[in-house]
């Protein structure tokens, strides 16, 4: 089993910035395909950025490339997500999520584990 938490969301001005963390415990932390999604009310969730075990690979939805960063600490077995630019359009309940495959994938089905969510809210 894997545990994930996530921290770092709250309330932000539009064109702020804002650093999610995701720390795992459980299992090893390494081997996984990390992910970022987020769910605003009423939509479904949707993929936001992944990253590979060793880090060297990454993946976003073109709704945030060029303003979301995601980055990993296998050390600490924390995954972040840097948020940048930030657009009332970005708000939503962000969940950090772990795939067991090597595969970077978008589809949340491909992914085994979830935390419970963090929220963050982008005023205008």
């Known amino acids: 089993q894997v545990q994930l938490e996530e921290s770092g969301g709250g309330l932000v001005q539009a064109g702020g910035s804002v650093r999610l963390s995701c720390v795992t415990s459980g299992r090893t932390f390494s081997p996984y395909t990390m992910g970022w999604f987020r769910q605003a009310p009423g939509k479904e969730r949707e993929f936001v950025a992944a990253?590979?075990?060793?880090?060297?690979?990454?993946m976003y939805a073109d709704s945030v490339k060029g303003r979301f960063t995601i980055s990993r600490d296998n050390a600490k077995r924390t995954v972040y997500l840097q948020m940048n630019s930030l657009k009332p359009e970005d708000t939503a309940v962000y969940y950090c999520?772990?795939?067991?495959?090597?595969?970077?994938?978008?589809?949340?089905?491909?992914?085994?584990?979830w935390g419970q969510g963090t929220q963050v809210t982008v005023s205008s």
């Open positions: 999520a772990a795939d067991v495959s090597m595969a970077i994938r978008k589809n949340a089905n491909s992914y085994e584990y």
């Open positions: 990253i590979s075990w060793s880090g060297g690979s990454t």
